[in-house]
């Protein structure tokens, strides 16, 4: 049974720092794009970031460039995502995701392009 299940979620100040962890099981995804998306109350859910395979390419959200880092480790079959400077508008629950394989590499930008999904981790950030 694929498993993703995020952690490290939780309660933070503006302007601190939180790191999200997504560990697989199952089966491995070190061949699969991963991604993080968040989705706030009331809204749809966005994408945050993604990575490729060996981690060679990264692609952000404008709204979260500069401020949040996603990286993987494939030998623990993990993926995280490191979010400093953290902004009461990044309140929201956060997903990992598992893409499917054989697009390119803009195409790991929409929700659509991911098969596998965790339960997702809150995330709240007090002004």
């Known amino acids: 049974q694929v498993q993703l299940v995020e952690s490290g979620g939780g309660l933070a100040q503006t302007g601190g720092s939180l790191r999200l962890s997504c560990a697989t099981s199952?089966?491995?995804?070190?061949?699969?794009?991963m991604g993080w998306f968040r989705q706030a109350p009331g809204k749809e859910r966005t994408f945050v970031a993604t990575i490729s395979q060996n981690g060679g390419n990264t692609y952000y959200a404008d709204s979260v460039k500069g401020r949040f880092t996603i990286s993987r480790d494939n030998a623990k079959n993990t993926v995280y995502l490191q979010m400093n400077s953290l902004q009461p508008e990044d309140t929201a629950v956060y997903y990992c995701?598992?893409?499917?394989?054989?697009?390119?590499?803009?195409?790991?930008?929409?929700?659509?392009?991911?098969?596998?999904w965790g339960q997702g981790t809150q995330v709240t950030v007090s002004s």
């Open positions: 995701a598992a893409a499917i394989t054989g697009y390119s590499n803009t195409y790991y930008l929409k929700d659509y392009a991911y098969r596998y």
């Open positions: 199952g089966r491995t995804f070190s061949s699969n794009f």
